[in-house]
């Protein structure tokens, strides 16, 4: 039935255009008779109805190679088969402090919470592309308000953060706020859980590319799922997270740690896993 269509259409573009075409041509032949503009004319006719007469087959369009690997997805939230799990609810083993020593944030029932003013910690391994799933918790006695309330931060290669903060009933300035490329982006939409129920980030993360003479070749992109609901979408990242003044880019290598940041506030963490891409 298909390829029935597709021969009608043939025929169709030979009226619409090799009609005309073929009129034309009389027209200058008959004005000029120059001999190399004939050639000329005859030759793109030729050509012309060379790709109207060819048949299109579902053949043509069908790719085979290569094949992807296989994956088997995790259960729910639980990790796939190619995963580089962070945190099972288990051990603080692939994380430590700045400086390289142990982590100090604590770990019981499962999930990993901050222990304020112990400071940020940072996975052992380094990572580029990532696509990333981590669930976090603000704590249930919140403090402070705004910035202050359940505040930390998934710090992507030490320097892109993703914001980590309580925004249900919460208001603080929006390019801060839950799930912002902070200081850079607003969220599409708040998707807040009330205070004390676990919130999920999904993240898709392309690293920046710089070239050999420290200017930026790519900016690295991000988007962001907050419980699900799309948040970011493909933002090209500005540069460094800046606290004061303007984002900017500072050459590094395309593989760094993931940070996780103690900004005072009793947060947890748990399922914590990552694939490479
Ligand atoms: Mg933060």
């Given at each position: 039935m298909n390829y029935l269509k597709s021969e009608t259409r043939n025929w169709q573009l030979i009226l619409i255009f090799g009609l005309p075409t073929l009129l034309l041509t009389n027209y200058y032949i008959m004005k000029q008779f120059d001999l190399q503009k004939i050639a000329i004319i005859l030759a793109v006719i030729f050509l012309s109805g060379s790709v109207f007469a060819q048949k299109w087959e579902?053949?043509?369009?069908e790719i085979w190679e290569p094949v992807p690997v296989n994956v088997t997805p995790g259960k729910g939230t639980a990790p796939p088969s190619d995963a580089v799990v962070?945190?099972?609810?288990?051990?603080?083993?692939k994380w430590e402090k700045e400086?390289?020593?142990?982590?100090?944030w604590n770990v019981g029932n499962g999930i990993l919470t901050i222990v304020p003013g112990t400071g940020s910690i940072q996975t052992r391994q380094s990572f580029g592309d990532i696509q990333l799933h981590i669930e976090w918790r603000a704590p249930?006695?919140?403090?402070?308000?705004?910035?202050?309330?359940g505040n930390s931060g998934v710090i992507l290669q030490k320097r892109y953060e993703i914001q980590v903060l309580d925004c249900y009933e919460n208001t603080t300035y929006v390019n801060g706020q839950?799930?912002?490329?902070?200081?850079?982006y607003i969220p599409l939409v708040n998707a807040c859980l009330p205070t004390g129920e676990w919130e999920v980030y999904d993240i898709i993360y392309m690293a920046p590319r710089f070239n050999?003479?420290?200017?930026?070749?790519a900016p690295a992109t991000v988007t962001v799922l907050h419980n699900g609901i799309l948040?970011?979408?493909?933002v090209e990242i500005k540069g460094t997270i800046e606290y004061i003044g303007l984002p900017r880019y500072e050459k590094h290598d395309l593989k760094q740690p993931l940070l996780l940041q103690d900004h005072e506030n009793s947060v947890s963490y748990r399922n914590i896993w990552l694939r490479e891409l």
């Open positions: 579902p053949v043509l369009t962070l945190f099972d609810g288990t051990n603080l083993a400086d390289g020593s142990d982590a100090g249930f006695d919140v403090v402070g308000a705004g910035q202050g309330h839950t799930a912002s490329v902070y200081k850079q050999d003479n420290g200017t930026l070749f948040v970011q979408n493909h």
